[in-house]
């Protein structure tokens, strides 16, 4: 199975600043059928991005995804007081579907 | 609006079986356009796929819960269900359903329920 590794464990920054947030796969994702997620506290996870690029339906246009091979990048270009959580990705290109361990982004 | 709404024992005792079951509002899930997933998350083991299940009742689990699980389907209730058998404390989770985009295999999950957490405890 395909092991992700989130990088940072806990991103501190402040409203308005960039938030780079990385996934890095243990082997190649197939079409880069990576998806990302927020979750807050006594949530379930938000869907934000899917095929490594494609905001879901809602998600501000601040929040972008990037990468292929084995390196997957979210970017928050200004944070807004509402994006502090925690992130993962989650792969599907290949069996089983797997999940990163997270990252928090705090201030 | 698509809802989905976990139900099921909040405790089990070792060895024992969880089942929950997960009914879909606001939509119909006899659909060929989507899998129906379960995820649990816990503060050790994080985010883990259980497994997903199809309108016609094709399922795909994961292989590291594959020999305790089943995954089943009723469309005529809206409803769809995850038994795991002999259960231990490790199994102690939050566990969620969710519609999983995909139609030749799982891919991702665009609407989460809001899950529920289920303790293995004598």
């Known amino acids: 199975e395909i092991v992700l590794t989130q990088s940072p464990a806990t991103l501190s920054l402040s409203p308005g600043e960039r938030g780079i947030l990385s996934c890095r796969a243990s082997q190649r994702v197939p079409s880069s059928y990576v998806a990302w997620y927020q979750q807050k506290p006594g949530q379930a996870p938000r869907p934000l991005i899917y095929?490594?690029?494609t905001r879901a339906s809602g998600v501000p246009d601040r929040f972008s995804g990037s990468g292929t091979g084995t390196d997957f990048t979210l970017t928050i270009s200004r944070l807004e007081p509402e994006d502090f959580a925690v992130y993962f990705c989650?792969?599907?290109?290949?069996?089983?579907?797997?999940f990163g361990g997270g990252t928090k982004v705090d201030i | 609006q698509l809802q989905l709404q976990e139900s099921g024992p909040r405790l089990v005792k070792p060895s024992e079986t969880l089942s929950l079951t997960c009914t879909v509002s606001?939509?119909?899930?006899?659909?060929?356009?989507?899998?129906w997933g379960w995820i649990r998350q816990s503060p050790v083991r994080g985010l883990e796929y259980i497994g997903s299940v199809f309108y016609s009742g094709t399922t795909y689990y994961s292989p590291s819960l594959n020999s305790r699980l089943s995954m089943s389907i009723d469309t005529s209730k809206n409803q769809f269900s995850l038994t795991l058998r002999s259960v231990t404390a490790a199994d102690t989770a939050v566990y969620y359903c969710?519609?999983?985009?995909?139609?030749?295999?799982?891919?991702?999950?665009?609407?989460w329920g809001q899950g529920v957490l289920v303790s293995v405890s004598s």
């Open positions: 606001g939509d119909s899930i006899n659909t060929n356009s989507y899998y």
């Open positions: 969710a519609r999983v985009q995909g139609v030749v295999r799982p891919d991702w999950f665009d609407v």
């Open positions: 989650q792969q599907y290109g290949s069996s089983p579907l797997t």
């Open positions: 095929g490594s690029a």
